[in-house]
């Protein structure tokens, strides 16, 4: 009257689930490790030695010591983190001015060239002038006020 006995980890799609559940603790363990490090290096307020203890506690024993750098220094971990997406965001946005005065620049001298070619309509530039100015513009200078380049 021996009868076999089995586990739950004995069938297939249990054992499936366990792997898979090891597997993702063991990858989010290593992302928190890194985020951690991460966070070390970026705390401008501590000072070479503090790093550097932080950073031995976390390599030589890092259950605990990643577990006790948050619970001592998760609150300013969130706030270091929205820092730099709040800075990464203010460097985005001052490209995007810099490069859309840039665009400016460029519409500038579309102006510039439909009142050289008003001018020249009127018979007050000769084809000749329209074409140097023309030139400057397109180089990047501006003609002179008169709508005449400098001879």
Known sequence: MTAQTYLAYDFPLLSAFWTVFWVFLWIMWFVLLFRI????????SMSGWAKAGWLVFVCVLPFLGVFIYVIARGKN??????????????????YVRETAKGGETRSGSVDELARLSEIRARGDITDEEFRRAKELVLA????????????
């Open 37 to 44: 490090v991460v966070d070390i290096f970026r705390d401008d």
């Open 140 to 151: 990047g200078g501006h003609p002179s006020p008169t709508g005449s380049s400098p001879r």
């Open 77 to 94: 971990m969130g706030r270091r983190e929205v820092a730099q997406a709040r800075a990464q965001q203010e460097a985005f946005e001052s």
